[in-house]
């Protein structure tokens, strides 16, 4: 357990929602007989019309520009509700939308129809994105490349228009570039499919970086879609990646981009342009070939942004968006309604778009430390060859009675070989916790882990009160989302620390949330503060001068509040390892005997009631299962270690824990012989070692109170 991940597109996609809550709606085959594409003979006239379509969309193949024009206009409205949306993917709009696109010259029109295309796959979600990608239309976006990169020529060369009519065009062409490379971003985000016919295609990875130049004007809107549809793109693919490593005059893009001195006009929250900084970063992160020596320098280039990101106050953020909430109108003719509202959304959009930058400096900053620490997690192909989760005979399965013999001493023997043929860990290469070394002497220098620290310690409380129907709603889902982004983050960090010596912690308040995800990042963290000062001597350890310690001083609230975590009716196991883990750290703080025995108690109860015949009482109220409770146990074994410790006679002694480790044997035993071997390999090789260890630290402790 612990080891942190670096799961960034899987995060993206599982962050990916539905605003108006209909994915999955779209019902393919009544889609498959409507509107299909259909050759013209110049692309001009012939229009193809399909009576089964709904009439809006057969409108987008009037041979009339304002009714094509009006049709657009009024699907991308349309979508953004689920109720006409869900009519129109039965009416047929996606192959409607597709060969509209594909069939129209008139750029006005074509801008309207991108629009619509990029609405629905915004707010469709994802199964109706992956329906679009199916019905062509990536294919029939990629095949306006041409005129795009023809505006950015125009654009590039710095021609003025010859006149007001060229001028409107090379308007609605950048305005088209836009939302043609929204929508791709979009579908990308959701379909793997797509990000591959993009790579395939020559143009777009030709087109995207010259947009991204910063020596040409192009509106900021632009590049920032460029930027971000890349940053899509680029991850994970090795073509995309051979492709732009080889470009030079990309690279030196990016790195005019990156640099703090060469773009100032970048370095402002003002329009948000911060983000085209960290996404730049991204997109060469993404690039960056691990074995580059260049990477030292890349981190160099890329903190000042990263400071300037997150040093941001969420809590004043939150303030100001719950006073937007909570701002009473006035008197109509006392001010302008229409201005008073338009600062209100603006106020939420500002708030939104702030914590979406911060949570991808958030993630480029996780990634940089993450990616030097992995270690490889490769599978390792088993002995027999298997794969097989069931036996011979065809039976196995949680809640199954192992085939061993009932004898407990052979069964421990058998376990402590196959423990002892199995124990022993290789350490990292040197030259990792060399460049880590380097790396979070910057981070310290620059203040970085503090600023995150600040991001999660933030008190989001005066969002509390915004209910689901709110305008506001939204910007509470990004802050509080960011919030749980900083302590992944915090985690990621302190994971991959070698030492521990500038953690300063200052658990102050409680983590009584409402969202387990919450409670989960937040107890992710302070895990992995504790371990880092566990690592660095012992929590509470004083280090190589009194003004260097770093100590966790919890009080009986702090305790409280993570036993409810545990005991959170829907808590995951993930959670309650990792609480119980960093309980146990907590517990060996020398001179907290008071501590000791509040978390002591935890674990007594906790193993009594998961080793008890399961009732309706026990199952109906909290029930751990068999991978928490080897947790709690190696947790026993490592606070009450040595008799020496100030806190053993006190609470182990006094409390009479032997007693109870002694009758709760039997009950574990069986409920590990419960645990599938096949099924859950891990999880029963854990409460095989915690079993056999129980034992022995039952005789152990037994005889060294004897010995005294």
Request: hydrophobic share 40%; glycine share 6%.
């Amino acid at each position: 357990m612990g080891k942190s991940k670096n799961n960034r597109k899987e995060r993206r996609q599982n962050a990916r929602h539905d605003p108006t809550g209909t994915s999955g709606t779209t019902d393919g085959d009544e889609e498959s007989n409507t509107m299909q594409p259909t050759p013209s003979d110049n692309g001009t006239n012939a229009r193809s019309t399909n009576p089964g379509a709904a009439p809006i969309v057969r409108k987008l193949a009037s041979d009339l520009k304002d009714d094509r024009s009006w049709a657009a206009a009024a699907i991308s409205n349309l979508v953004l509700e689920d109720s006409t949306r869900l009519e129109l993917l039965k009416g047929g709009v996606i192959v409607g939308l597709a060969t509209a696109f594909k069939n129209e010259q008139n750029t006005e029109v074509q801008l309207e129809i991108a629009g619509a295309i990029r609405n629905l796959s915004s707010f469709g979600g994802e199964e109706v994105c992956l329906e679009m990608v199916r019905r062509g239309i990536v294919n029939a976006l990629l095949e306006s490349f041409p005129k795009i990169q023809e505006t950015a020529a125009a654009v590039a060369s710095k021609t003025a228009p010859a006149s007001e009519d060229e001028a409107a065009e090379l308007k609605y062409r950048l305005d088209l570039s836009e939302q043609v490379i929204l929508a791709l971003w979009s579908l990308s985000e959701a379909s793997v499919d797509a990000v591959t016919e993009v790579t395939q295609s020559a143009l777009p990875l030709a087109v995207l970086p010259e947009l991204m130049n910063p020596n040409h004007s192009f509106p900021f809107k632009l590049v920032l879609a460029a930027a971000q549809f890349l940053n899509t793109v680029t991850e994970d693919n090795d073509s995309c990646k051979r492709r732009l490593r080889n470009s030079v005059s990309f690279s030196q893009s990016i790195e005019k981009i990156i640099s703090w001195s060469n773009t100032p006009e970048l370095g402002v929250w003002n329009e948000n342009r911060i983000i085209l900084k960290v996404l730049a970063a991204n997109i060469a992160f993404n690039l960056m070939d691990p074995t580059d020596a260049s990477q030292q320098t890349f981190l160099e280039n890329i903190l000042p942004t990263l400071a300037f990101c997150l040093d941001v106050n969420l809590a004043e953020t939150a303030s100001v968006v719950a006073e937007q909430v909570n701002l009473e109108l006035p008197e109509t003719g006392e001010v302008d309604v229409s201005q008073l509202t338009t600062k209100i959304e603006t106020t939420f959009e500002t708030a939104i778009a702030t914590a979406n930058t911060i949570q991808l400096a958030l993630e480029l900053l996780s990634s940089t430390f993450v990616d030097v620490s992995e270690e490889d997690t490769s599978p390792q192909k088993e002995e027999d060859g298997g794969w097989q989760d069931m036996d011979a005979d065809g039976e196995g399965g949680e809640g199954g009675e192992d085939e061993d013999n009932d004898d407990p001493m052979a069964y421990e023997n058998e376990l402590s070989l196959q423990i002892q043929s199995e124990s022993g860990a290789a350490e990292g290469p040197a030259e990792q916790q060399s460049l880590l070394s380097i790396r979070f002497k910057q981070l310290s220098e620059n203040g970085l882990i503090s600023k995150v620290m600040n991001l999660a310690g933030s008190s989001l409380s005066p969002l509390d009160g915004i209910a689901a129907a709110s305008p506001a709603f939204p910007c509470t889902a990004a802050l509080r989302t960011t919030r749980i982004r900083s302590f992944e983050c915090l985690q990621n960090l302190l994971t991959a620390a070698d030492t521990a010596g500038w953690f300063i912690a200052n658990p102050a308040e409680s983590i009584r949330y409402k969202s387990v995800d919450v409670v989960e990042a937040a107890v992710s963290g302070l895990w992995a503060i504790a371990r880092g000062l566990e690592n660095a001597g012992a929590a509470g350890a004083k280090l190589k001068s009194p003004s260097d310690s770093a100590v966790l001083l919890p009080d009986p609230a702090h305790i409280q509040a993570l036993s409810e975590a545990i005991a959170l009716p829907n808590a995951p196991d993930s959670l309650q390892v990792k609480t119980v883990a960093l309980l146990s750290i907590l517990a060996q703080t020398p001179g907290s005997i008071a501590t000791n025995q509040l978390i002591g108690d935890l674990f007594m109860r906790m193993l009594k009631l998961g080793t008890a015949a399961p009732t309706a009482a026990n199952t109906l109220s909290y029930y751990p299962s068999v991978e928490v409770l080897s947790e709690v146990l190696n947790a026993v074994f490592d606070v009450y270690a040595d008799a020496a410790f100030d806190y053993d006679a006190p609470v182990f002694v006094a409390k009479g824990y032997v007693t109870v480790l002694k009758e709760c044997y039997q009950g574990f035993r069986s409920r590990v012989k419960q645990v599938d071997k096949r099924r859950m390999k891990e999880i029963r090789e854990r409460a095989d070692e915690a079993l056999l260890n129980m034992r022995a630290f039952i005789d152990y402790k037994i005889s060294e109170r004897k010995g005294k």
